[in-house]
């Protein structure tokens, strides 16, 4: 399955987008990642969490880490999040779900707009790598988020990071959750809200199916 945690604070984020997504960690075994946007540039952070959790892998990433909008995930599958340069500016990506039709879409991308990917090991595609690309094809972020959204067949939520803000948005079925916490001076979004309740924000919204939020 997966799951993924984000922040929009108006102080350092990091120790919040740390812990809320360590708190999704039985969602998931493979990998883990982290990415801050420390206001010149995207900051990353993936690591292997299959013989170590992700506490004990990240400790050592947070002390170079400094900004007030952020995201995590746990995923069971690919390496995420992944950072996208679009033709209208650059984002981080993180996506929980599964898309029926993988092959269909990563050939209309290939053909269609002579675009490439990276294959992973036995062939596969990044399906997150593939939710970018299709969003990219579009001429902002909202428009490719709902773009991507039609085409997929199956359930994919989507927590977006560019240089300003945070995007989420539900699957457009509403099979997985997309939570909104709040506490003084920051927002958060969450696949699950116990996440959120121990680092002290609140239930603020919970979206609907195809639901998008800045």
């Keep these: ?4 945690f984000g922040v929009a604070a108006q102080s350092n984020c990091v120790y919040d987008v740390f812990f809320g997504t360590d708190y999704h960690s039985h969602l998931g075994t493979r990998r883990g990642g982290l990415c801050i946007y420390d ?3 995207f900051k ?3 690591h292997n969490i299959e013989a170590a959790p992700f506490r004990t892998k990240f400790e050592k990433d947070i002390p170079e880490l400094d900004g007030n909008l952020g995201i995590g995930c746990i995923s069971d599958m690919d390496p995420q999040p992944i950072l996208i340069a679009a033709a209208w500016g650059s984002f981080a990506l993180t996506t929980v779900g599964r898309i029926n039709n993988i092959d269909e879409l990563s050939k209309m991308i290939l ?3 002579h675009g490439h990917f990276f294959e992973l090991s036995g062939g596969k595609i990044n399906a997150t790598e593939l939710v970018a690309a299709l969003i990219a094809t579009k001429n902002d972020l909202v428009t490719g988020i709902r773009y991507a959204q039609e085409l997929i067949d199956g359930s ?7 240089t300003d803000a945070l995007y989420a948005a539900r699957d457009k079925l509403g099979r997985t959750p997309v939570m909104l916490g709040h506490k003084e001076g920051a ?3 969450s696949f699950e809200n116990f996440a959120y309740f121990n680092l002290g924000y609140q239930d603020y919204d ?9």
């Design 39 to 41: 206001g010149k540039s």
């Design 44 to 46: 990353r952070s993936i």
């Design 206 to 214: 919970m979206l609907g199916p195809g639901e998008i939020v800045k």
């Design 156 to 162: 994919m939520s989507i927590l977006a990071l560019t």
């Design 1 to 4: 399955m997966g799951g993924f």
């Design 111 to 113: 053909q269609q707009y």
């Design 187 to 189: 927002y958060c979004v």
